[in-house]
């Protein structure tokens, strides 16, 4: 008997086809990818299986029972977790209260706290993290909070569990232990569904795959009948020869010095210059301090040594609002919880930080010029979206990042700050992200970027810099730079000594 089975599934909003008669089934004792480009539906689907949504035609059967579950409880009753990427905990909680939320052990109408952490330890050692039950989830890095979460759908003892982007905040360490469970799983019967965009995943770790486009079924196969090419081509519905578009261009004179920065999370002074016209990547393991480095130079965190200049004017920023005024600009890594207002439009989202310029009186927001200025911005980077009015959490990952630079094309920008800005995207969303950067680049605007995927930097980066704990490590060319020598140098001390 087959464990899922969607059937003709169709979801509706106003405006938008969602999903258009998707039928497909999971395997017992498989991982089944489902790809597609950002807005192709995998996510609609995955809230349909957890419960979250209802669809307006077709169903879902679990164990060959039609099923129409009403909530994430009904979803869970029936063996059913679904692990998102954007998390679903609660940050001032302990690690322990959030795996057994809704289920905590109790004597006597009490939560027993010693059965609670003896229980949330045992759930940790399974997945191999060394975390301390008692922590606040909110206290925890970005990649640890990911595994609470993986950790949390195992607690429930789930027989089909759906992986949306699971390794996008997760280091090497921790991905090679996600598949280690998730072969566990599989070995144990259960059913795998795998969202992601990283195609060495897919064909590393699934068996099947679907392939959604615009709310369709393209095709399901098994993976060792398809080649890579294939498979993007099946995505986005032409080819993609060259991702990067990556052309040489003029440099210009220094657009960002920073000279001796230090302050939380790096471990020694950091210096380094970076042209107009120029794309400097940052590549590092999780943990290195790039992330850090850049909340610094944005103001976003406290310097405790140190400054920046932007194209020759002091940018000591004590705030975001003093980097922006410098011309210096961030698209940060946690986009749903740093980049956008979620409940607020596409035209508010893009409008945020200009409008300031663009007010009469210095009260009254110009209608006209924020209507203009979305439609610009909307048709120039090609948001998916139904109107300029939509709520912005209502658009996928790709197009909810193309809305942030779109803000940003909207002022005056010497410096742009770019987090991991292409994580949880599509490869066809990727592609036209790189565009946008070359584009800038050309412009004469200095592009910093953060990634943790070595193609991606050796891609689109003129120089690269290493970080290693804490601290750059090394600053190479293009012409110079391979994946061994990153990875060396991006290596703690010990461990590339041993290798």
Request: hydrophobic content about 45%; aromatic content about 4%; proline content about 4%.
């Amino acid at each position: 008997m087959t464990p899922l089975q969607f059937d003709r599934v169709s979801l509706e909003f106003p405006g938008v086809k969602a999903l258009q008669e998707v039928s497909f089934e999971v395997r017992a004792g498989s991982v089944h990818a489902l790809m597609g480009e950002n807005g192709a539906g995998k996510s609609t689907l995955l809230k349909i299986l957890s419960g979250a949504y209802r669809p307006s035609a077709g169903s879902l059967a679990i164990d060959g029972q039609p099923r129409a579950f009403q909530s994430a409880a009904d979803a869970l009753a029936a063996g059913v977790a679904v692990i998102y990427q954007e998390l679903h905990l609660v940050p001032e909680m302990s690690v322990a209260e959030n795996l057994f939320l809704g289920h905590l052990p109790q004597r006597a109408g009490l939560v027993n706290r010693r059965e609670l952490a003896a229980a949330a330890q045992r759930q940790l050692d399974l997945i191999g993290e060394s975390i301390d039950p008692a922590t606040k989830v909110g206290r925890l890095p970005l990649a640890q909070r990911q595994m609470v979460e993986i950790a949390k759908a195992l607690t429930r003892g789930a027989r089909i569990i759906a992986f949306d982007e699971p390794t996008s905040s997760l280091s090497d360490r921790e991905v090679r232990r996600l598949f280690a469970i998730i072969r566990d799983l599989k070995s144990r019967g259960c059913a795998i569904l795998y969202v992601s965009h990283r195609m060495e995943e897919i064909f590393a770790l699934c068996d099947r795959i679907t392939i959604l486009r615009d709310g369709r079924h393209v095709e399901t196969a098994a993976l060792d009948t398809l080649s890579r090419d294939t498979v993007v081509q099946r995505m986005v519905g032409r080819e993609l020869a060259d991702i990067y578009h990556y052309t040489p261009r003029p440099h210009g004179a220094n657009a960002l010095v920073v000279e001796g920065l230090l302050g939380p999370g790096l471990a020694e002074p950091c210096t380094f210059t970076a042209a107009a016209g120029e794309i400097l990547g940052f590549f590092g393991l999780v943990g290195a301090g790039r992330t850090e480095l850049l909340k610094l130079i944005y103001g976003a965190a406290t310097r405790t040594a140190g400054r920046v200049r932007a194209a020759d004017v002091s940018c000591d920023a004590q705030s975001p609002r003093d980097a922006i005024a410098a011309g210096v600009v961030l698209c940060p890594e946690d986009r749903k919880k740093e980049g956008i207002v979620p409940v607020r439009s596409v035209l508010e989202n893009i409008n945020l930080s200009a409008r300031r310029r663009h007010t009469r009186a210095r009260i009254l927001v110009d209608e006209t010029w924020e209507q203009a200025n979305a439609r610009q911005r909307i048709e120039q980077l090609r948001v998916r979206t139904p109107s300029a009015r939509q709520l912005i959490r209502n658009l996928s990952g790709g197009n909810q990042q193309k809305v942030i630079l779109g803000r940003w094309l909207s002022e005056t920008v010497k410096v742009i700050l770019l987090d991991e800005p292409t994580r949880g995207i599509d490869i066809g969303a990727k592609s036209e992200i790189y565009t946008i950067m070359q584009d800038l680049a050309r412009a004469g605007v200095c592009v910093i970027l953060v990634s943790s995927e070595l193609p991606e930097v050796l891609g689109v980066a003129d120089r690269i810099a290493v970080m290693r704990q804490g601290r750059i490590a090394a600053i190479l060319d293009r012409r110079e730079a391979t994946e061994e020598k990153l990875l060396r140098l991006a290596l703690p001390l010990e461990t590339a000594k041993s290798s």
